[in-house]
């Protein structure tokens, strides 16, 4: 089983920007598909990214779509999230996932990821 670990949140100003990581161990992750959930206080854990194995497909959730963008590199083991132009409402503790399945015709869901990692937190000041 593929173990993850995240890094990189933090508390940053409303319209900054932070690079999430996650890194890999036990398996190499190009036989996953990757996601990024996060999930506030209060709040259901909610699809933000997701990539395919090879970093040629991502998907987005409508709220940070044009904003965040998903990457990931294969030979480093590790996967990214990039946030830009951050706002209050994306505080919440980010989680990355590792899956095995690229769903082209739904949103992905916590269900289709196997593996999570232990979550960092992201807390975006206004």
């Known amino acids: 089983q593929v173990r993850l670990v995240e890094s990189g949140g933090g508390l940053v100003q409303a319209g900054g920007s932070l690079r999430l990581s996650c890194a890999a161990s036990?398996?190499?992750?190009?036989?996953?598909?990757m996601g990024w959930f996060r999930q506030a206080p209060g709040k259901e854990r909610e699809f933000v990214a997701a990539?395919?194995?090879?970093?040629?497909?991502?998907r987005y959730a409508d709220s940070v779509r044009g904003l965040f963008t998903i990457s990931r590199d294969n030979a480093k083991n590790t996967v990214y999230l990039q946030m830009n132009s951050l706002k209050p409402e994306d505080t919440a503790v980010y989680y990355c996932a590792a899956g095995l399945t690229y769903y082209t015709s739904r949103n992905f869901s916590p269900a289709d990821f196997r593996s999570w990692g232990q979550g960092t937190q992201v807390t975006v000041a206004s």
């Open positions: 036990g398996r190499t992750l190009s036989g996953y598909v």
């Open positions: 990539i395919s194995w090879s970093g040629g497909a991502t």
